[in-house]
């Protein structure tokens, strides 16, 4: 197809031209036959100086312009490059908008010709890509692109992109193809003539690697095969010999015993084989993943049963699919079949899919959401929709498009949906029966267990890693929390007013069965309680939110958002449990009202299509959620529980953003009765201990009533070579000096560390307020060179903020909260690990209020039998980010003085591998430190 595709970037001052910014440089790409066939780029001189900013991001001074053309001159060359073309750029809004300002300032006429966004189009077509940033793309793709935020590398880099895109393009099945086509107007990119053109193409033969089912394709999935016979395997004593004498010397060129990881296989073994739950410390180094999968592999196979394996982050289990997992493949002689088990609502549901596909919702989100899940079903063999990024925002008020498409238990058609074989998460569930080894994570265990859903097989063995998670994920999933959004799904869902969506295609269904009557009076009443559920529901809400910033503190309404924990026998909650009971009736009234209207429905079902039936499973769904609303606002609220802990969150502004919270205040008792009673289970982590002790974590769980053995697997890390851990003993305590007086000192001091180390620093906080003051006093001190990043103020998601300090060179990373733990930056790229302060959660967040009390209840100190252990625990996580591999090597300063000062201070330091430790003033310190890293280099 021949065509001309003209690919634009700009580099500006910024973002409009009649805010009085001015275009820097301009790149231009010419495509013609799906050749490169012209190139422009060029300087463009501004009327005024570039912002540092724009010459930090761009590498573009005012030197570089002094000399260039202005817009005027260039103009001319610009259009007639255009003449012809489709206008392309990525993110194309902004090029198209900025150019076609330039151009009339300048009297020309703007373009108004097709274009097309390589953003959009790469969203649809790259479906699971990480990032659709233009330097993602590029580099995973292996496209050229020599200098970024560059207009004419841009340009170029673009270029490609979108021969690329389009290449894409005619990969894609007819039937994927069609839908696309019909879709294809209401996108941005005027692509019509290329996908008429990939239609023409496309063979007409089957393509044997895509399942084509009611005009929907789909890629073909593998099934596991279930064995025969069981496999024949040495004993796993000798089994593990081999493997250090034979094996791994033969995969692993250079390979070293980890003696620490071989002895955790054995214990790991035993523990299996003896029916024993078994407790593994085992840090970064140690091997720690083959060191629990190996004997798990090796016993399932044995056993003929499946191991479960829980992890707490997608990350872990992300590294154990594309690391560990392929190469256990390779230390057995019999298939070692793995599985991912996730909880339903993470799969499509086709049937959903196949309904919102061909509604005709018309609002942009919707259409591009469409148009990027057809290209995913025919790349996707597990249907997780994490694996894709959808687009954010909905034309439906709060109902996300992801909550259109999930999978939900309550919904099934079972034997009347056709897509019931196809389904993902009855697929999932069908590979983890045959599978050796089932991974998940700990939020579908408990779920599993708290629902008693049986989408785990019951009584297999269960392998616990990142365990020093599991009381605080077991607690929020035995708890239970009410959102005013559950009111907007349920408004949304059942049509109100105008906008009648399933009510209202009900009532045209009932007039076929002749029960339009019944079904209109029980409408009557589900519209008479909707009217009367919105008056009463807002009125919670604004109750709610009221109490709570009663007894808020001043300082946590300046912030925004408060936490405030309450008793229901408290007199001061009677307001709000009075309308707590009064929505409570209501929604009982509308739920009597869907479930006789479902009634009616339901014994009709026989003679229904499989699109009535549909609707009607989706009316039973709703009753379902409303069912959900009730228990949330009676064991929130009503409830007269003395084992539970209860909590408002609610923000200063938007009452909408209100949560009540209700969790056990102690879960050990239900694990010990629902999980380690019932199967044998392995808890691993690096952080288990404390002061090289069990006895923390076994408490805590519930482990203490059990037979458990203990192992600490040695880190083969040289900590006393490596790595110094520094206390500065002339900074304050933050209890002597106000806050922002605190954080300029905490400013001061990292400059002065930072000087040293050139950047490569991570600095952690266990406050935002602190970071935020540590930041805004750190700023205006910071030399040019230096770049400083910080979560919550520094645009961007935690993965971003990660990836930039490993890109930069001189940069400093603030974080809080979750970059104590899962923070992987090995080598260079971090050589200095500051904390700010010891750890200790928050005194009075709710759930550490409630659990300290408790425990003084029973005569003992909460602060040295729940608090110490789990700031320590939390310390050591810290600590890890700084050593990673072997070769890594750097110094970790505590800017807390009461790690020295105090005698429990003392716990924190014999917790930690041995380091050398140095209490100095910061001034001898970073003498100390430059020579320490001088020494290493």
């Known amino acids: 197809m021949k065509k001309k595709y003209v690919v634009v970037d700009l580099e500006t001052t910024g973002h409009s031209i009649k805010a009085g910014d001015e275009m820097i440089e301009i790149g231009m790409a010419v495509i013609e036959d799906g050749q490169l066939t012209e190139q422009l780029s060029a300087f463009v001189r501004p009327t005024q100086p570039i912002p540092p900013f724009i010459s930090q991001l761009t590498g573009i001074t005012d030197e570089d312009v002094k000399e260039a053309e202005t817009f005027d001159v260039i ?74 935020h560059r207009a004419g590398s841009d340009a170029s880099a673009t270029a490609e992109l979108l021969l690329e895109l389009l290449k894409r ?67 796993f004593g000798p089994f593990v010999d081999e493997l250090n004498t034979v094996t791994f010397p033969r995969l692993f ?33 140690t091997g720690k993943s083959l060191g629990y999968l190996v004997p798990a592999a090796h016993y399932a196979l044995e056993h003929e049963v499946p191991i479960v394996v829980s992890t707490h982050t997608i990350q872990l289990q992300e590294q154990l699919f594309a690391r560990d997992l392929p190469l256990l493949r390779q230390l057995f002689d019999a298939p070692v079949q793995i599985a991912l088990l996730k909880g339903r609502s993470n799969y499509i549901d086709l049937r959903k899919f196949e309904f919102f596909l061909n509604d005709q919702e018309d609002a942009y989100n919707f259409t591009l959401a469409k148009a990027i899940l057809l290209v995913w079903l025919t790349e996707t063999e597990t ?132 029960i339009a009557e019944m079904v209109e009076a029980h409408s009557e009443t589900v519209d008479e309680a909707l009217t009367t559920l919105l ?44 309308s707590a009971k009064r929505v409570e009736l209501v929604l009982r009234r509308l739920r009597q009202a869907i479930r006789a209207i479902h009634k009616l429905f339901h014994e009709h079902r026989e003679q229904m ?7 009607v499973a989706d009316l039973k769904a709703i009753t379902s959620q409303i069912e959900e609303a009730e228990l949330a606002i009676f064991e929130t609220m009503l409830a007269p529980h003395d084992e539970t802990v209860s909590w408002i969150e609610t923000s200063v502004k938007n009452r909408k953003l209100t949560r009540v919270y209700t969790q056990p205040i102690d879960i050990s008792e239900r694990l010990r009765r629902d999980v380690f009673s019932k199967r044998t289970c392995i808890l691993t982590s690096a952080t288990l201990t404390v002061s090289n002790k069990f006895q923390f974590i076994e408490n805590r769980l519930g482990l203490d009533a059990f037979e458990t053995r203990r192992f600490v697997v040695p880190s083969p890390f040289g900590y006393a070579d490596n790595v110094r851990l520094m206390i500065p003993t002339d900074l304050p305590l933050l209890q002597d000096v106000p806050l922002p007086e605190f954080a300029e000192t905490i400013a001061e001091a990292i400059l002065q560390i930072a000087e040293v180390t050139e950047g490569r620093m991570l600095v952690l906080f266990t406050s935002n307020d602190l970071l935020r003051l540590t930041h805004e006093a750190t700023k205006p001190l910071l030399p040019d060179r230096f770049t400083l990043l910080s979560q919550g103020v520094t645009q961007g998601s935690r993965q971003r903020l990660m ?81 990673r591999t072997t070769n890594d090597r750097g110094v970790v300063f505590v800017l807390d003085r009461r790690i020295e000062t105090t005698r429990y201070g003392k716990r924190f330091v014999t917790s930690l591998p041995k380091v050398p430790v140095l209490s100095k003033p910061l001034d001898e310190l970073t003498a100390e430190l430059e020579l320490f890293l001088n020494d290493g280099d």
């Open 253 to 285: 060129e250079g390979y070293e015993e980890r003696r620490g990881q071989l002895e955790m296989m054995r214990h790991v073994y035993q523990s299996l084989d003896q029916e024993t739950p078994l407790l593994v410390e085992a840090g970064t180094g």
């Open 383 to 514: 249907g997780d929709l994490e694996e894709v990024s959808l687009p954010g925002g909905a034309a439906q008020g709060n109902i996300g498009i992801k909550q259109l498409i999930q999978s939900d238990s309550q919904s099934q058609l079972g034997r009347f949906d056709p897509w019931y074989s196809r389904d993902f998460f009855q697929h999932a569930i069908r590979q983890a029966k045959d599978a050796t080894i089932i991974v998940t994570n700990h939020a579908l265990l408990f779920s599993d267990l708290q629902f008693e859903a049986g989408v785990l097989p019951k009584g297999s063995p269960l392998i616990l890693d990142e365990a020093h998670q599991i009381e605080e994920v077991a607690s929020h999933h035995f708890g239970l929390v009410f959102d005013g959004h559950t009111f907007d799904r349920l408004f949304r869902q059942l049509g109100y007013s105008s906008d009648k969506k399933l009510l209202h295609r009900l009532l045209d269904l009932s007039e076929e069965w002749d």
């Open 609 to 615: 299509s499989y699109r009535e039936r549909s609707l």
């Open 535 to 578: 008056e009463e529901a807002d009125g919670l809400l604004m109750i709610i939110q009221a109490y709570g910033l009663e007894l808020a503190s001043r300082k946590a309404r300046r912030e925004g958002m408060v936490s405030i924990r309450f008793k229901r026998l408290d007199r001061s909650m009677r307001a709000v449990q009075e």
């Open 169 to 235: 393009l005619h990969t894609l099945p007819l039937e994927t193809l069609k839908h696309l086509r019909r879709l294809s107007p209401r996108l941005f990119s005027a692509i019509e003539e290329e996908i008429d053109h990939a239609i023409r193409l496309v063979g007409i033969e089957e393509d044997s690697q895509f399942d084509r089912f009611r005009k929907i394709a789909l890629k073909k999935r593998q099934t596991i095969e279930r064995l025969a016979h069981p496999p024949v395997l040495e004993p």
């Open 803 to 883: 990836k930039q300090f490993k890109q930069l060179d001189a940069c400093i990373l603030f974080g809080t909260a979750s970059f104590w733990e899962g923070v992987d930056i090995p080598g260079d790229d971090l050589s200095c690990l500051v904390i700010v302060r010891l750890p200790f959660a928050p005194p009075d967040q709710p759930i550490v209020q409630a659990r300290s009390e408790r425990i003084e209840k029973l005569g003992k100190s909460s602060f040295f039998e729940y608090s110490l252990p789990q700031a320590i625990i939390r310390f050591k996580q810290g600590f890890g980010r700084l050593i």
């Open 75 to 148: 103009a001319p060359r610009v259009l007639s490059l255009l003449d012809g073309g489709v206008f392309v750029a990525h993110n194309v809004q902004f090029d198209l908008n900025f150019l076609n300002d330039a151009l009339e300032e300048e009297g020309y006429l703007p373009y108004t010709g097709p274009v097309i966004d390589t953003v959009e189009l790469a969203r649809i077509l790259l479906p699971t890509a990480e990032s659709h940033a233009l330097s993602h793309l590029s580099e995973s793709l292996q496209l050229a692109h020599q200098e970024a």
